[in-house]
């Protein structure tokens, strides 16, 4: 059972937090974007660069187009190249690569660098656990990433062209047990004192 935001803490916060694949239909208000948004930009900078930027999805009928877009070059990626590994779930015409999740809220940044690229993963983990303090589920799907780099695809989002998707990620309220997955302990190649 989770926490509510003000119980929670930070420690608690980063040893809950796990992708949710199940989502309730409730739509998420403007003003609880808004506050994962205030989170996802106090992450470090390089520069001071805050090279990030947002584009919020919550229009159901675009988020299926998105997913089946995601699914058909899944497919043909699969059959160019056959090694490639993509889970079979991805084949079934019902499976929604997001979930059904009511909001995408995609994390992009206006340049490509390195640094950039950096930025906007340290933003997507602050809004990732700032969204679970208030008990509310996320995963990031990055296997929409490719598609959603496409010129066209940029154009329906409004990304201007010279920007990059780093992380799409969906939120909502989980439907369902939800859990966190086991973790390898930390490997420490050296420890000079
Ligand atoms: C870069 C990146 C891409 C991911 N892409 C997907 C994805 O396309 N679909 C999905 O269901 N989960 C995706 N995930 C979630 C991972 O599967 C998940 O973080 C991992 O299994 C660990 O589980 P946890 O987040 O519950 O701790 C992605 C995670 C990362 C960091």
Redo the contacts with the bound molecule.
Sequence with gaps: MLKSMAEMTLREAIGGR??V?GYSAENLERHTIEALLAAAVRAPTAMHAEPWLFVVVQDLVKLKRLSDCVKAALAKDRQLHPAHHHPDIFLQPDFNVFYDAGTLVIICANSKSSFAQADGWLAAENLMLFAHSIQLGT?????AVEVLNMPEMKVEFNIPSASMVIAPIIVGKPRGETG??ARKAPQVLAWFS
Excluded: E, F
């Design positions: 796990c992708s694949r995963c990031v799907i990055g296997s966190t997955s």
